[in-house]
T-cell receptor
């Protein structure tokens, strides 16, 4: 497709389980971002990838969160030992490069931790 | 205090009205300014993108940036019920500060 694709669109899991969220960016976009959107905190930056450079992980809230990007395209965000406060919408965005170019978002994964 | 402040609303206007949405910010390093529209259970959709100060117009939408006052605005002319959504301002700096910092969003309802 032409836009950013995220899967699954919804995920319900039990506390303590691990989850994996996937993002397929717009073709040709070298920069990829993960954000989290929750009612109390709004939209918060998590992690950013640019080409083959080391990712900027400065927004990850704890070491239970990790992400990787394979082949400069698809990215997965992994949350280990999920907690109820991890419940949120996880959004992925991509841009042509990282130098202030506009970011285009997917529709997100709605994660609910029971 | 948050880096980006945005009135959460809700804001309700009649169809055809001019809507004014605003954000203030404190970080003088911000150089790129964006407005996103977000419908319920959808991702943010880019509406306007501007660099530094000035005005930009696209159809019924006008974005204004006043860096001296650290104030940005989005105007919607001839508002339509389909404009009902949450509007998010976002901004970023240059260099290593590439992630977007968002306002909390303003919920807009345009009544037919």
């Amino acid at each position: 497709g032409a836009g950013v694709s995220q899967s699954p669109s919804n995920k319900v899991t039990e506390k303590g389980k691990d989850v994996e969220l996937r993002c397929d960016p717009i073709s040709g976009h070298t920069a990829l971002y993960w954000y989290r959107q929750s009612l109390g905190q709004g939209l918060e930056f998590l992690i950013y990838f640019q080409g083959n450079s080391a990712p900027d992980k400065s927004g990850l809230p704890s070491d239970r969160f990790s992400a990787e990007r394979t082949g400069g395209s698809v990215s997965t965000l992994t949350i280990q030992r999920t907690q109820q406060e991890d419940s949120a919408v996880y959004l992925c965005a991509s841009s042509t490069n990282a130098g202030g170019q506009p970011q285009h978002f997917g529709d997100g994964t709605r994660l609910s931790i029971l | 205090q948050k880096e980006v402040e945005q009135d959460p609303g809700p804001l309700s206007v009649p169809e055809g009205a001019i809507v004014s949405l605003n954000c203030t910010y404190s970080n003088s390093a911000f150089q790129y300014f964006m407005w996103y529209r977000q419908y319920s259970r959808k991702g943010p959709e880019l509406l306007m993108y501007t660099y530094s100060s000035g005005n930009k117009e696209d159809g019924r939408f006008t974005a204004q940036v006043d860096k001296s006052s650290k104030y940005i605005s989005l105007f919607i002319r001839d508002s339509q019920p389909s404009d009902s959504a949450t509007y998010l301002c976002a901004m970023s700096g240059t260099g290593s500060a590439r992630q977007l910092t968002f306002g909390s969003g303003t919920q807009l309802t345009v009544l037919p």
